[in-house]
């Protein structure tokens, strides 16, 4: 005989897993839909038929379609599902505990240029929709609130290095203002460059102006 308290606590687990699955298919046919086309062009019919889903099942489990903007930005600039502070991302840590800042900025470019490729694309996607869209606005503007935050504890950590030959302050805003996809996109996608070249003239660009030889 099956225990009905075994068999309440599978179901439930069941369900858990279902509604979880649920939600990463919702917010990553959202994300695929608003960079293909348009945040503003997307429904959220768009969504539940990319999805697999009805959408009463969106707006149940993950809500607006504000907040589908919100969890698409999540898995973008994280890379995955993972609930983690971008800047404490295992790869983020290795690129902080290195003790010279030239080569630290230098790894800093590098990954910045590899991560350029899935973000600048939604990033673009926002600027586009910003004027238009209130929700798009007012997530354009969190997005740069992450990365000054983000980016301001990285400059924190280079000047404690004494390496820096500019103010911190200075600092932060020069990796803000190149990291924000813009650059990578007019030297790589339209210019032609290759990652490779992005990266290294990007890091020896930072090297020259912020680091002290």
Same mark, same amino acid.
């Given at each position: 005989?099956?225990?009905?308290?075994?068999? %309440?606590?599978?179901?439930?687990?069941? %369900?858990?897993?279902?509604?979880?699955?649920?939600? +990463?298919?919702?917010?990553? +046919?959202?994300?695929?839909?608003?960079?293909?086309?348009?945040?503003?062009?997307?429904?959220?019919?768009?969504?539940?038929?990319?999805?697999?889903?009805?959408?009463?099942?969106?707006? &149940?489990?993950?809500?607006? &379609?504000?907040?589908?903007?919100?969890?698409?930005?999540?898995?973008?600039?994280?890379?995955?599902?993972?609930?983690?502070?971008?800047?404490? %991302?295992?790869?983020?840590?290795?690129?902080?505990?290195?003790?010279?800042?030239?080569?630290?900025?230098?790894?800093?470019?590098?990954?910045?240029?590899?991560?350029?490729?899935?973000?600048?694309?939604?990033?673009?996607?926002?600027?586009?929709?910003?004027?238009?869209?209130?929700?798009?606005? +007012?997530?354009?503007?969190?997005?740069?609130?992450?990365?000054?935050?983000?980016?301001?504890?990285?400059?924190?950590? +280079?000047?404690?290095?004494?390496?820096?030959?500019?103010?911190?302050?200075?600092?932060?805003?020069?990796?803000?203002?190149?990291?924000?996809?813009?650059?990578?996109?007019?030297?790589?996608?339209? %210019?032609?460059?290759?990652?490779?070249?992005?990266?290294?003239?990007?890091?020896?660009?930072?090297?020259?102006?912020?680091?002290?030889?």
């Amino acid at each position: 005989m099956v225990d009905p308290v075994k068999r %309440r606590t599978y179901d439930s687990s069941r %369900r858990r897993a279902q509604a979880a699955e649920n939600r +990463a298919a919702i917010v990553h +046919a959202a994300r695929d839909l608003f960079v293909e086309q348009g945040y503003g062009r997307t429904t959220m019919a768009d969504v539940a038929r990319a999805a697999g889903v009805s959408v009463e099942t969106i707006h &149940k489990s993950v809500g607006t &379609k504000a907040t589908l903007l919100h969890r698409a930005w999540d898995i973008t600039i994280g890379g995955d599902d993972q609930d983690v502070v971008f800047h404490e %991302r295992p790869e983020i840590m290795a690129i902080r505990s290195e003790p010279d800042l030239a080569r630290r900025l230098l790894l800093q470019a590098r990954f910045s240029t590899e991560t350029a490729q899935r973000i600048a694309p939604f990033q673009l996607m926002v600027q586009a929709a910003s004027g238009a869209d209130p929700a798009a606005a +007012a997530m354009l503007e969190e997005m740069d609130r992450q990365r000054l935050a983000g980016l301001g504890i990285m400059a924190s950590e +280079a000047a404690a290095t004494g390496q820096l030959i500019v103010s911190e302050e200075e600092c932060r805003d020069i990796l803000w203002s190149t990291t924000d996809g813009t650059l990578w996109n007019r030297l790589v996608v339209q %210019r032609g460059w290759t990652n490779d070249r992005y990266a290294t003239w990007l890091g020896a660009t930072w090297v020259a102006h912020l680091v002290r030889v």
